[in-house]
C-alpha cells in the first residue's frame, strides 16, 4: 500500500529529467554531510562491509561509508549525478564507484560485485523515490544479489508523512506502508531486526519527514 503526491502515471524520463537538472546545479555539496541514517548504519557494522547504496544521489552516504572503511559501490538513475559524484570521489581521494542505472535494468545484478555474507544493501530515501512496479522489481534484485547472513537497510517516507512540510520541490514521491513494504520483504527471504518509525530521524530544516528505517537480514 502507498499514496503518491503525484499523479498517477508518472513518466519515468520526467522523473529523470528532474533529477538531472537538480543535480547539474548544484546538487552534489563539495563538503558533503553525510545523512543520520548513514551514521545510525555505520554504527550496526562490525567491520569493513561491501556496500551497494541505491539512489545514491548526491553520494554523501557512499562517500561517508567509504570514508569509514566500507567498498562501496553507489547506484542512481540520474547520470549528472553519477558524474558529479565520480569527480568528487577522485577529489576527496575516495575510492568509490558510482554507476548510472535504473532498478529494473536488465543484467544490472551481473554488474554489480558482492561479497557473500558480508554484502549490505543500503537505500536511504530510495524507496518512496520510485513507484510500486518498481520497489517490486528493487526487492526481486536485493534478493538476487543477497546471500544468507547479509543485510539490508531502507529508510523512506510513509504514509503518515503525505501532510508534512517539504523543503525540496515538487517532484515524484511515494508515502510507503511500512508493514506492507515488511511483509513483501519477508517474502522476498528477509527477516525484520530492527524496525521504527517516527519524526526526527531525518529533519532537514522545515521538513521533519515522519519516515520509517529498517535492518533486515537474508535468511
Same mark, same amino acid.
Given at each position: 500500500?502507498?499514496?503518491?503526491?503525484?499523479?498517477?502515471?508518472?513518466?519515468?524520463?520526467?522523473?529523470?529529467?528532474?533529477?538531472?537538472?537538480?543535480?547539474?546545479?548544484? /546538487?552534489?555539496?563539495?563538503?558533503?554531510?553525510?545523512? *543520520?541514517?548513514?551514521?545510525?548504519?555505520?554504527?550496526?557494522?562490525? /567491520?569493513?562491509?561491501?556496500?551497494?547504496?541505491? /539512489?545514491?544521489?548526491?553520494?554523501?552516504?557512499?562517500?561517508?561509508?567509504?570514508?569509514?572503511?566500507?567498498?562501496?559501490?553507489?547506484?542512481?538513475?540520474?547520470?549528472?549525478?553519477?558524474?558529479?559524484?565520480?569527480?568528487?570521489?577522485?577529489?576527496?581521494?575516495?575510492?568509490?564507484?558510482?554507476?548510472?542505472?535504473?532498478?529494473?535494468?536488465?543484467?544490472?545484478?551481473?554488474?554489480?560485485?558482492?561479497?557473500?555474507?558480508?554484502?549490505?544493501?543500503?537505500?536511504?530515501?530510495?524507496?518512496?523515490?520510485?513507484?510500486?512496479?518498481? *520497489?517490486?522489481?528493487?526487492?526481486?534484485?536485493?534478493?538476487?544479489?543477497?546471500?544468507?547472513?547479509?543485510?539490508?537497510?531502507?529508510?523512506?517516507?510513509?504514509?503518515?508523512?503525505?501532510?508534512?512540510?517539504?523543503?525540496? /520541490?515538487?517532484?515524484?514521491?511515494?508515502?510507503?506502508?511500512?508493514?506492507?513494504?515488511?511483509? *513483501?520483504?519477508?517474502?522476498?527471504?528477509?527477516?525484520?531486526?530492527?524496525?521504527?518509525?517516527?519524526?526526527?530521524?531525518?529533519?532537514?530544516?522545515?521538513?521533519?519527514?515522519?519516515?520509517?528505517?529498517?535492518?533486515?537480514?537474508?535468511?
Amino acid at each position: 500500500m502507498s499514496r503518491s503526491d503525484e499523479p498517477s502515471g508518472v513518466v519515468p524520463a520526467e522523473r529523470t529529467d528532474y533529477w538531472n537538472a537538480f543535480y547539474a546545479d548544484g /546538487g552534489v555539496a563539495r563538503r558533503p554531510v553525510p545523512s *543520520q541514517f548513514a551514521a545510525f548504519v555505520a554504527g550496526e557494522l562490525d /567491520g569493513p562491509t561491501r556496500i551497494l547504496e541505491f /539512489g545514491s544521489g548526491s553520494g554523501r552516504d557512499s562517500l561517508f561509508l567509504a570514508a569509514h572503511g566500507h567498498d562501496v559501490t553507489g547506484v542512481d538513475g540520474s547520470k549528472a549525478a553519477v558524474e558529479a559524484c565520480s569527480e568528487l570521489a577522485e577529489e576527496l581521494g575516495l575510492d568509490v564507484e558510482f554507476v548510472s542505472a535504473s532498478i529494473d535494468q536488465e543484467g544490472l545484478a551481473a554488474q554489480l560485485r558482492v561479497e557473500p555474507g558480508n554484502t549490505l544493501v543500503y537505500a536511504r530515501f530510495f524507496v518512496h523515490a520510485i513507484t510500486d512496479d518498481e *520497489q517490486a522489481a528493487f526487492l526481486r534484485l536485493v534478493a538476487e544479489l543477497t546471500s544468507p547472513g547479509d543485510r539490508l537497510a531502507v529508510e523512506y517516507r510513509t504514509l503518515r508523512d503525505s501532510i508534512g512540510a517539504k523543503v525540496t /520541490g515538487r517532484h515524484y514521491r511515494r508515502f510507503v506502508d511500512p508493514t506492507s513494504f515488511n511483509a *513483501q520483504a519477508v517474502l522476498h527471504g528477509f527477516d525484520v531486526t530492527y524496525a521504527v518509525e517516527g519524526y526526527g530521524f531525518a529533519k532537514y530544516r522545515e521538513d521533519d519527514a515522519y519516515v520509517a528505517r529498517a535492518l533486515l537480514t537474508r535468511r
